[in-house]
C-alpha cells in the first residue's frame, strides 16, 4: 500500500518584483509504498529541497497533490498542520535541528511535549528507543557535550519517538564524518528493516546506496529511478555512480 502518493506536482516561484518566473518542479509523479526505504538524488538546483519542503507541509505547490496516509495535504487547514506534521512525521536534518539549551532527553521529549503526552508515556517510549539507538547514556547530556553522531542519533529518536508514517531526512549524513555516517546509515537500513518507511534526500552515493529504491531529479522532474533488488550495497553503490554519470552528461534513461 502507498503511504505517500505524489502526483503531478509542480512548482513556480515568482522573483521578487513579480518580473521572472522559476518553475522549480514541473511535473513530479511518485509514491513510495509503506516501509519503503526511498533516497533522492539531483544536482544542485534540481529541485530536491523544494520537493522536500511540499512533503514535508512547509511549503505548498503552485499544482499538483500530496497524499500522506490517505490525506491530502493541501486539504488540511493551517492551524491544524504543525499537529498533523508532528504526528505523522519525523524529521532528521543535517545540522540536527537540537536545542542546545535543552538535555539530549528534552529535545527529544519535545514533540510529545506538544502533544500533550503524559511523563509517564513519554518516559516508557523514550526508554525503548535510546537503548535501540544507543544513547541511554547520554540523554541528560546537552548537544554541545557529545559528537556529531551522537546528535544526530539524538535527531533519529527524536523523529522516531512520535511513531510517525515517514521519516523525511534531509542530508542526514552531510555534517558527519565517516564513522558517524557508516553507524548511522546503519540505524536507518535497522530501522527499516522493523517497518519504518524513509524518504532520504541527498547528494551521497554512499548513503543513497543502502535505500531500496533511488529517485533521480533533473531540472524538476524525475528522470530516472533504480531498484535495489538483490544487490549489495556495493552494487548498488556502482548502480547509482552509474546513473548520476548519465544524469550529469543528459543521456536518456
Known sequence: MSILEVKGIKKVYTTRFGGNKVEALKNVNFAVEEGEYVAIMGESGSGKTTLLNILAALDKPTDGTVMLDGQELNKIKDKNMSAFRRDNMGFVFQD???????????????????????HSEMEKRLESIAKQLGISHLLKKYPYEVSGGQKQRAAVARALITNPKLILADEPTGALDSKATDELLRLFARINQEGQTILMVTHSVKAASHAGRVLFIKDGE???????????????YQKISDALILLATGGEH
Open 96 to 118: 540536527f535541528n537540537l536545542l542546545d539549551t535543552f538535555s539530549l532527553e528534552d529535545n527529544i521529549y519535545l514533540p510529545l511535549v506538544l502533544a500533550g503526552l503524559h
Open 222 to 236: 524525475v528522470f530516472h529511478q533504480i531498484y535495489r533488488g538483490n544487490d549489495t550495497n556495493e552494487q548498488f
